[in-house]
């Protein structure tokens, strides 16, 4: 099993459109959780860490669910600008070295 | 300043070739990563260099060969590469303390015929 897993999609999404991804990892003794986002042949960059209390940031909700073992994205009232790549990252649990997932690929269309 | 630079944006060397790679930052980050990112996957760690000193190898093959000539600096030695070891090539910084919070370049993308 992998350590940290995501949907790849695509998610195809009309604007406006709300969206959600989740993440699931496998160390339960996972101790930090972020997100970050990658454009097309761009470098990723961190979105937002996501807190044990949930965090909200403009249209963008982090939660976790650390007795599932997983964390999610909620993306509210899409812009064609949301569409990229979100990759999961969990750190701790052994290593202070995040572990990326694979990514989930959002586009959202006109 | 919150730039990560690397040099150059797109290789293309043979088999035989001896290239490196080259990433700078100005963050008074002290830890410094290599990642290799192929199409559609996660980056993937190569090595991790911590107050200059390497402390992660991930198992890397030495025709890959980092180094770290001081704390704003970071090189990728290339030697004897394959055409398999094609792919995106990220620099990333951080704080020692937030290896969480990783600034990236905007990589190299290395092309091996």
């Known amino acids: 099993r992998k350590e940290v897993e995501q949907d790849p999609g695509p998610f195809n999404v009309p604007e406006g459109a709300t969206v959600a991804f989740n993440c699931t990892y496998s160390?339960?003794?996972?101790?930090?959780f972020f997100w970050y986002r990658q454009d097309c042949r761009k470098e990723p960059k961190l979105l937002m860490s996501?807190?044990?209390s949930g965090n909200e940031d403009g249209r963008f909700t982090a939660q976790l669910n650390r007795a599932s073992q997983y964390i999610s994205l909620l993306i509210r009232d899409s812009k064609l600008s949301d569409s990229a790549t979100y990759l999961c990252v969990v750190k701790g649990g052994g290593s202070y070295i995040p572990t990326f997932g694979r990514g989930t690929s959002l586009i959202v269309h006109p | 300043d919150t730039e990560v630079t690397q040099t150059p944006k797109h290789l293309v060397m043979g088999m035989t070739n001896k290239k490196s790679l080259k990433c700078e930052q100005h963050?008074?980050?002290?830890?410094m990563y290599w990642y290799k990112q192929k199409a559609k996957k996660p980056p993937e760690l190569m090595f991790v260099?911590?107050?200059?000193?390497?402390?992660i190898n991930e198992s890397v093959p030495s025709r890959f060969s980092p180094e770290c000539p001081n704390s704003s600096l970071l090189n990728l030695h290339l030697h004897a590469l394959q055409p398999e070891d094609s792919a995106l090539y990220l620099c990333?910084?951080?704080?020692?303390?937030?290896?969480?919070?990783?600034?990236f370049g905007p990589g190299t993308r290395l092309t091996v015929t």
């Open positions: 260099y911590s107050y200059e000193k390497l402390s």
């Open positions: 996501v807190y044990s």
């Open positions: 160390n339960s003794a996972s101790q930090s």
């Open positions: 990333a910084s951080s704080q020692v303390s937030r290896a969480h919070e990783q600034y």
């Open positions: 963050m008074g980050h002290r830890a």
